[in-house]
């Protein structure tokens, strides 16, 4: 008998977020620099941090450093875990007034019992550089983008990366938070894919996920996702960041997908840490520039 080899599986191309977030921040500090320049004005982002969530104190830190490194301003305000309600609101409401901040970033999640959706209705559409308001989710619903949220928008600028064509690619996006999976459906229909979006409540999520062509995944479950799951030669898109036990007394990053199972079935894939995540930073910046622009009056480019 001599039966034919089975293909060897290849190995998937790792899709470096972190070097394509380098590129497009260094890139944008050029864009920065002609902006000031042209308008004599300097973009300024706000970010507001309630309580002392560690993760998220060195996460607004990181944050405050790379605008300052591309040539905006950032201003850090980080409220008590016990500010009120109304306290937050009027803060929001200066900073909308604030004609030296062009971008307002609130820090989720705020700590109970703060009403976040109350909150984010306050920020001012023009400066709402998560996108995360009414205003900027209907655009995108109704596929007339302004302020796009900065992780769905980094993933998609990692899809346009390698080069693959979308239209028409059955794409699936497990998870449908505000933050990331309904926008990252809305852009994914935008490049005219076929979108499926699963949740808690759907019905064989393997078998969803071995028809799609593009997978993004954006749950907040340590590998939810199995290397079987994936169909071969797909392209994988992680967001999840989970702090796990890394069996040596410590802990390590990991995302929502089996890593070392999936990268020897999909075509490509993000890593974490190094993958989706610091693309939502550039996206961030790269928002600030734009809605500063869009307030100033001058182009952005
Ligand atoms: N890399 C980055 O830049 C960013 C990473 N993240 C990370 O991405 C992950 C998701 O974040 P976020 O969207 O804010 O999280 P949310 O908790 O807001 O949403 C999680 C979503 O996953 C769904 N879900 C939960 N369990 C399952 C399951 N067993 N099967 C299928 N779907 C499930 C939920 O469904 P349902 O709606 O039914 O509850 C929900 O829609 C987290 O790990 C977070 O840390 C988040 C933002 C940025
Ligand atoms: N208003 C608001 N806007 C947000 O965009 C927002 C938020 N709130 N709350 C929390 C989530 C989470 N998020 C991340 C951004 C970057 C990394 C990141 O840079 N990760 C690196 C480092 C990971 C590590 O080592 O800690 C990486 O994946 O390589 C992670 C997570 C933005 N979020």
Redesign the pocket.
């Known amino acids: 008998m001599n039966a034919s080899p089975l293909p060897r599986p290849v190995p998937a191309r790792v899709i470096d977020g972190k070097a394509v977030a380098a590129a497009r921040t260094q890139a944008l500090a050029q864009r920065v620099a002609g902006f000031r320049e042209r308008t004599g004005v300097v973009p300024g982002l706000a970010v507001v941090l309630v309580g002392d969530d560690a993760a998220s104190a060195i996460y607004v830190r990181r944050k405050a450093r790379q605008c300052e490194a591309v040539g905006m301003r950032s201003v850090q305000h980080v409220l008590p875990g016990a500010t009120t309600q109304a306290e937050l609101l009027a803060l929001v409401e200066r900073l909308n007034r604030d004609p030296d901040v062009h971008g307002i970033l609130v820090q989720l999640p705020l700590p109970r019992p703060l009403d976040e959706a109350a909150i984010l209705a306050a920020v001012d559409p023009d400066k709402d550089v998560d996108g995360f308001h009414t205003m900027n989710a209907g655009r995108l619903a109704l596929g007339r983008p302004a302020l796009v949220p900065c992780?769905p928008l980094?993933c998609l600028l990692l899809l346009r990366e390698l080069g693959v064509a979308l239209r028409g690619k059955r794409a699936l996006v497990?998870?449908?938070?505000v933050?990331?999976?309904r926008p990252m459906a809305q852009l994914l229909l935008m490049e005219d894919c076929t979108v499926t979006i699963?949740?808690?409540?759907?019905q064989d999520?393997a078998m969803l996920c071995r028809e799609a062509d593009i997978l993004i995944v954006?749950?907040?479950?340590p590998g939810?996702i199995r290397g079987d799951w994936i169909r071969p030669g797909a392209v994988v898109i992680d967001?999840?960041?989970?702090r796990v036990d890394d069996g040596a007394g410590g802990s390590r990053i990991v995302g929502?997908v089996a890593y070392d199972e999936a990268a020897h079935v999909a075509g490509a894939i993000t890593p974490v840490p190094g993958g989706?995540?610091p693309m939502?930073i550039a996206c961030l910046l790269e928002n600030t520039l734009a809605a500063a622009a869009a307030i100033e009056g001058g182009a952005a480019a």
């Not at 497990?174 to 938070?177: A, E, I, L, N």
């Not at 699963?198 to 759907?202: L, P, V, Y």
């Not at 967001?239 to 989970?242: H, L, R, S, T, Y």
């Open positions: 992780t980094g497990v998870g449908r938070s933050i990331v999976g699963a949740h808690r409540h759907s999520l954006a749950v907040g479950i939810l967001v999840g960041i989970n929502d989706v995540g939502t």
